[in-house]
């Protein structure tokens, strides 16, 4: 499969699906895609299609099933696992040019968007009427609604929110064989399996969807933003469990460490107190309500030992609490010439412990760990600080990034809360689950791409083939390649 | 699978290989056990291990197996083709872990809602859904059945609040996915795959939930008499406003003014604030406190015994969009006054609603096609849950969609010999 | 935009600073256009580290990409790890200066706008050709027989640009202030704006003075030298700083005030690009300090002039090299809004370049007018009776794409409209010759429009 000849006849046919502007074969234009926001790994794509529409989508994944090319969607390539990593001998489906948003329906909440909109764009078209979209990942200027759903991004408010699965109502998915499915709707509870649901999250590998149905909610009427200062995470994460406790979910807790609040310092002057940890809490609801839950949040924190609370009393004060939340990771770049984002979860109440681990591994790898966390779901993001000039400090430090991992996973948590497993953490799927839980999702992944060409390398450590296909016998790239054996 | 079904000796065969698993105790003759009374046997496993066990004895033998938590929704959806085996999960009932300090727990299927909520509210919390018949629907059967009540509205569905759940195939395989974390996009999201699936994918042993805390206050407040064009404008605006109830609740029945239920819940000074915002809403229609059995009006469909009960009903989910719920009211007028029929509905504010009815003789039969089809027509569906004798043929389901042959894949994956209750789902799935 | 503390050794340092994580790309108006990765901030960075890795050449394919890049800065704006992407971007066009042998007509092109545009005397003596294509006859028998539809898109974009040919307004070398001198500002004239859009010049004069400058306006400075920067012509670019600052030289000015967002962030660059040249880099960095946009320095000094009410609805577009390279948006929000009766409203996708952008709207001229069309619909969303920008290149792009379709409100300089206010004049909403102000107000003496 995918023999110089092969090719040469697969790129003819997928110009005459998208036209000559809608596919990139020159070099210079394909090394660009060669990796997403990961950039330690890297391949480069035979060619780049880029359809603006379903029909187009179609087409391509018509010619791929037929020509056996294995294919990665892209949206805007911000992810942060590799998940849009392209395939060796396989395509690059960009989705950046299908970036219509298609209905807008206030009444029921609901937006049907193309997978190319840009995250922000769905709340900046619904603002107007005190809507917005929930999910809110950090790089929602940029990042696409499709990328989101492959993801199933999540966010500082998904605490309170959900993530994209809680807000994706309905898809049309065109499947690996160029064949269109529509899974679930505007109305709910379409009877059928919860396609949608296996589908959201399922990082490209099931197929592209080309019309995303979204929930959007309406704004809260009040928003109040608490900043408390601690002596340490440990003093931080138990205000975290008492707030938790005493029943009030805040619309997002944000946890800062010394280091991580050194960076953002640094880099946008918002203005933090000096301390050991930082809280970031965000409540929101009626009025009355909001203002209730903001001073309990005070008197839990000041309970806790917090040395500093600080209540936003504008929006713009607590657009300045965000500031320095947000600029988090890339301020980072600042305080070290290289680092490791990781991205782990634990149940929170595990949270003081782990960090004490993680600042012991740090200590012992002689590397710094800065830490950035949403804390209200125990979803970390340790960031690995190193210098790649120094010989041997990108390995020390991706071993720590393992270990710190594997911590996770033994405290009964997760290897992803947000990023995704992509490329990056597939190995570490085998620690996470055991084979027959691995076999059953590759088993449903069989009944959507029976021909392995969506994403082929992504998510799974060790690939399945399906079994028998229809029609003359063709040895799939993974056989030929020994990376797989057909069962 | 034919549908000559297993010979009489290779059931006699299970049924020993069973009793040599299980112990004799837990395998006897099936009865008339809420489905047809026929040859077969009821089974109930202690643990995980027993169920992959009998049902891998089963797949081996051709046989099929329904899965049974409380009984209670049995009778939803198609009957399945045939029935060699029940497999009861209610020895399965433990209360695993009650991570109380993470807002997590894991339960076994077996357990009933309510001592599951029992045992969550020493901690102050819940699992925050409001099921038909707690006290013997089971936490597998909700989930299979995808039941939702009024608590919807705020809190989502069961799919947005299972976040794990261990799984037994046809063949045996035990299989986890998910986690005991709320954030988790690791792997597929096989909880909502068997969310609704009605047992027809696997038999959930397991399930790990998010959990709220329970409320401080809770008030709940009826509107209305009054049309059910005012009752569905004043759940509009509702809708629309920055207010978050945790439930709004139309009811509507035949020759009755339509009424609206709204649940509060929160602090006491948010509760007191909504209420005023609500009763602003209202304008000149009544809006008073309700009792709070008003929230158990989806279970008095069922109840033939309750005051005005409709004898022997069918009765269907429908879901259709919010904006929608006023059309549906005209439609089962329209239906009312064609088929001479009488109705009683529940429909939640998110579009979701159980409606009872009935006509005479077979007229239900084209009554029920009628009410499918508008409201297929505006993009919703019709599940039929419960029918009198005369509509035994009607499909429950309703139009499949262009995705049945992906759901057929899925099947065939995960069953591929159609073990678990073949034909009662789907697309005769 | 500070970098961070590394050793700058060469552009290979710069290109280090970017960790690839793609927050630049909604902030680029190409790849809102095209939606292609190599088309982005990203991307562009990413063919320059390809090059310095010697994994790529510098094909025509590879300078392609640069060339449709506009130099707007808006990503170094959007950027959370501070890379210098206006550094970047002078070495990828000096690569592709040397590195890129252009079409024939591609030279021409170039040769044409590069020793036309930066040089005001050719300016002036191009004027009488201009009027005798435009009033004489040519133009409209040109559009009649369809032939620039033939023409290359370059000069069919000149051809829209053209601007109204009014008298140009004489620049006193020196203008004394009014009421008490609060100070003494040199003030750049610009190229293109010094020969066809004077009045924006006289106008910031005559606010200049108001508010008690005495403006000091050299006939002999040249241009600042951008265009050529912006090009990859580095010592071309650095003959002409030095010409500056020479002509700015001994004229004791406390600030060098520009009213071209473009002219204005490249003099404030100059003490970067002289820092090699013994004999300027001092004198350079202290040119560059003094440097400030018209609408920085009169928030400094604090309005003095009293502003008679202007009741319009008024658009503010920000230019690129203003919001982005200059960081200047707040201050002619302010000046705008100081005005009584004014009412000052935002443009959707603010941070997204017209398509101006220096010459590019000449050179690309598809893909300009894409982002001026995008541009003029969003400005038009908000129904205003005037726009406002702080640059000539935005003034001549928003007006061409508002004519295109046909729509009325004016397109002015925001020292225009400052100017009005003290003056008490009053700003036409319908598009006239005077480009919005009323006849006799805007200039000494008008001709119509005639186009």
Excluded at chain 1, 372 to 382: C, E, K, M, S, T
Excluded at chain 3, 301 to 318: E, F, M, S, T, W
Aim: aromatic content about 4%; hydrophobic content about 45%; glycine content about 10%.
């Amino acid at each position: 499969m995918a023999s110089a000849a092969t090719f040469t006849k697969a790129i003819r046919s997928f110009r005459s699906v998208v036209g000559p502007r809608g596919i990139l074969t020159a070099t210079e234009d394909l090394r660009a895609y060669e990796c997403d926001g990961l950039t330690n790994f890297r391949a480069i794509p035979r060619a780049v299609l880029l359809p603006r529409s379903t029909a187009e989508v179609q087409g391509i994944l018509r010619v791929c099933c037929r020509e056996r090319i294995p294919f990665v969607a892209r949206g805007a390539g911000t992810g942060l696992s590799g998940g849009a990593l392209p395939v060796a001998d396989g395509i690059v489906v960009s989705l950046a040019r299908m970036n219509r948003i298609l209905e807008v329906d206030f009444e029921n909440a609901r937006v049907v968007v193309e997978p190319g909109v840009v995250n922000l764009d769905v709340t900046g078209r619904v603002a107007g009427r005190d809507y917005f979209y929930a999910p809110d990942p950090s790089s929602q200027s940029v990042c696409t609604i499709g990328g989101n759903v492959a993801e199933n991004s999540g966010g500082a408010h998904c605490l309170r929110y959900g993530f994209t699965t809680t807000h994706v109502l309905g898809l049309e998915v065109v499947l690996p064989d160029g064949s269109l499915a529509h899974l679930g709707g505007k109305a709910l509870d379409r009877p059928g399996y919860d396609l949608t649901g296996v589908f959201v999250g399922s990082e490209g590998t099931l197929g592209i969807a080309t019309k995303i149905t979204l929930r959007i909610v309406r704004r809260p009427p009040c928003t109040r933003a608490i900043l408390a200062a601690f002596a340490s995470t440990s003093h931080a994460g138990a205000a975290v469990s008492a707030i938790i406790a005493a029943g009030v979910l805040p619309a997002a807790i944000e946890m800062m460490d010394r280091l991580a609040i050194e960076a953002a310092e640094a880099a946008v002057h918002a203005g933090y107190p000096d301390c050991g940890a930082l809280l970031l809490v965000e409540v929101d609801g009626p009025e009355r309500e909001a203002h209730a839950h903001v001073a309990r949040v005070a008197e839990l924190c000041r309970q806790q030992g917090s040395v500093e609370i600080r209540v936003a009393q504008t929006d713009d004060e607590r657009a300045l609490f965000w500031k320095g939340r947000k600029a988090a990771f890339a301020s980072v770049g600042r305080i070290s010439p290289n680092y490791i984002v990781q991205d782990g979860v634990i149940p929170r109440t595990s949270l003081p412990a782990l960090l004490d681990e993680i600042a012991r591994l740090s200590a012992e790898a002689g590397l710094r760990v800065a830490n950035v966390f949403h804390a209200g779901d125990g979803n970390l993001h340790p960031l690995v600080l190193y210098d790649a000039r120094v010989p041997g400090q990108l390995g020390a430090a991706e071993e720590l990034s393992r270990r710190i991992l594997l911590l996770c996973i033994a405290q009964g948590g997760s290897i992803t809360g947000e990023h995704g497993v992509g490329e990056e953490k597939k190995e570490m799927m085998a620690q996470m689950f055991a084979e027959p839980d691995l076999d059953v999702m590759q088993r449903v992944r069989c009944a959507f791409d029976p021909l392995r060409l969506a994403n082929p390398t992504k998510v799974f450590p060790r690939p399945r083939l399906c079994g028998e296909a229809p029609g003359e016998f063709r040895p799939h790239p993974l056989e030929m390649a020994g990376v797989a054996e057909r069962f | 699978m034919g549908a000559a079904g297993p010979s009489r000796m290779a059931l006699a065969d299970f049924e020993r290989r069973c009793r040599e698993v299980l112990g004799s105790a837990h395998c006897r003759e099936r009865g008339a056990l809420d489905l047809e009374a026929g040859p077969g046997v009821l089974l109930d496993p202690a643990d995980e291990t027993q169920v992959a066990a009998v049902l891998r004895l089963a797949e081996e033998r051709d046989l099929a197996v329904v899965p049974r938590g409380g009984g209670t929704k049995l009778e939803w959806g198609n009957a399945p083709q045939r029935v060699d085996a029940v497999l009861s999960t209610a020895r399965l009932s433990q209360v695993l872990e009650h991570a109380w300090s993470d807002l997590t727990v894991t339960v076994e299927a077996g357990c009933t809602v309510e001592n599951l909520q029992r045992r969550l509210a020493q901690h102050r919390q819940r699992l925050a859904v409001d099921v038909l018949w707690p006290r013997t629907a089971t936490v597998g059967g909700i989930l299979s059945a995808n039941d939702s009540g009024a608590l919807r509205l705020r809190y989502g569905g069961l799919r947005d609040l299972v976040i794990g759940a261990t799984v037994v195939l046809a063949d045996g395989t035990v299989a986890k996915s998910g986690g005991k974390v709320v954030k988790n996009v690791a792997g597929y999201d096989i909880p909502k795959l068997v969310t609704g699936a009605f047992g027809t994918l696997g038999v959930i042993t397991r399930a790990t939930f998010r959990l709220h805390p329970l409320p401080h206050e809770t008030r709940t407040l009826t509107i209305g008499p009054a049309s059910a064009a005012e009752i569905a404008d004043i759940a509009a605006r509702i809708r629309a406003s920055p207010l978050t109830p945790s439930a709004v609740q139309i009811r509507l029945a035949t020759g009755a003014g339509a009424e609206a239920d709204v649940l509060l819940e929160g602090t006491t000074e948010g509760v007191g604030e909504q209420e005023e915002e609500i009763s602003g809403l209202c304008g000149a229609i009544r809006a008073a406190a309700g009792p709070t059995h008003a929230w158990q009006a989806r279970e008095r469909l069922w109840d033939q015994n309750a005051e005005g009960a409709i004898q022997d009903p069918a009765i269907v989910k429908i879901s259709v969009l919010p904006t929608d719920i006023s059309i549906v009211a005209s439609i089962l007028g329209k239906i009312e006054r064609e088929y001479s029929a009488t109705w009683r509905a529940v429909i939640q504010a998110h579009g979701l609603g159980l409606v009872a009815v009935r006509a005479e003789g077979s007229r239900i039969v084209p009554l029920l096609a009628a009410l499918r089809s508008a409201v297929e027509e505006r993009g919703g569906s019709l599940v039929i849950l419960r029918r009198p004798p005369e509509a035994r043929g009607v499909d429950a389901w309703g139009a499949p969609g262009d995705a049945l042959p992906l759901m057929r894949a899925v099947k065939a994956q995960l069953d591929p010999r159609g073990v678990l209750s073949p034909g009662r789902f789907v697309g005769g799935i | 935009m500070t970098a961070p503390d590394r050793p700058s050794t060469g552009p290979r340092a710069l290109i280090d600073t970017c960790v690839h994580c793609g927050f630049c790309l909604s902030a680029c108006p190409t790849y809102r256009l095209w939606g292609q990765e190599a088309d982005s901030p990203r991307g562009r960075i990413f063919l320059l580290k390809l090059a310095d890795d010697g994994e790529a050449a510098i094909t025509p394919r590879w300078a392609h990409h640069f060339d449709t890049c506009l130099g707007c800065m808006a990503c170094m704006t959007a950027c959370p790890s501070g890379v210098d992407y206006e550094q970047l971007l002078e070495f990828a066009r000096g690569a592709v200066a040397r590195g890129v042998r252009r079409s024939w007509r591609e030279r021409v092109v170039r040769r044409v706008i590069f020793s036309l545009f930066p040089r005001p005397d050719r300016l002036r003596a191009l004027r009488p050709l201009l009027v005798l294509y435009a009033r004489g006859g040519i133009r409209a028998a040109a559009k009649r027989m369809r032939i620039l539809e033939m023409l290359p898109g370059t000069v069919r974009a000149l051809d829209a640009l053209l601007p109204p040919l009014t008298r140009p307004v004489p620049t006193p070398e020196v203008t004394p202030a009014k009421g008490e001198r609060r100070g003494r500002v040199g003030l750049l004239l610009g190229c293109v704006q010094r020969e066809y859009l004077s009045e924006v010049n006289a106008a910031t004069i005559r606010v200049l003075a108001a508010e008690g400058c005495e403006v000091v306006a050299p006939a002999r400075q040249p241009c600042c030298g951008a265009l050529l920067l912006h090009a990859g012509e580095e010592e071309r670019g650095r003959a002409m700083a030095r010409a500056m600052i020479d002509a700015f030289e001994g004229l004791q000015v406390d600030a060098v005030v520009s009213n071209a967002a473009g002219c204005g962030s490249a003099v404030k660059a100059y003490a970067r690009l002289l820092e090699d040249d013994p004999r300027y880099a001092e004198r350079a960095q202290r040119f560059a300090a003094a440097c400030r946009d018209v609408t920085e320095l009169l928030v400094e000094l604090g309005p003095r002039a009293p502003r008679h009410p202007i009741a319009a609805r008024v658009a503010y577009h920000d230019a690129c090299h203003l919001q982005h390279a200059q960081r200047v948006r707040d201050q002619p929000r302010a000046l705008l809004g100081g005005i009584p009766d004014l009412d000052l409203v935002e443009v959707p996708d603010p941070a997204i370049c017209c398509g101006s952008a220096g010459v590019y709207n000449l050179l690309q001229p598809m893909a300009a007018r894409l982002l001026g069309d995008r541009k003029a619909r969003d400005v038009l969303s908000v129904r205003p009776d005037a726009v406002a920008t702080g640059n000539s290149g935005c003034i001549f792009q928003l007006r061409a794409a508002l004519d295109r379709v046909r729509a009325d409100p004016p397109v002015l300089h925001s020292i225009q409209i400052l100017d009005a206010s003290i003056r008490g004049g009053r700003l036409e909403k319908r598009r006239n010759a005077t480009g919005g102000l009323p006849r006799g107000e805007a200039s000494q003496e008008t001709s119509p429009r005639t186009y």
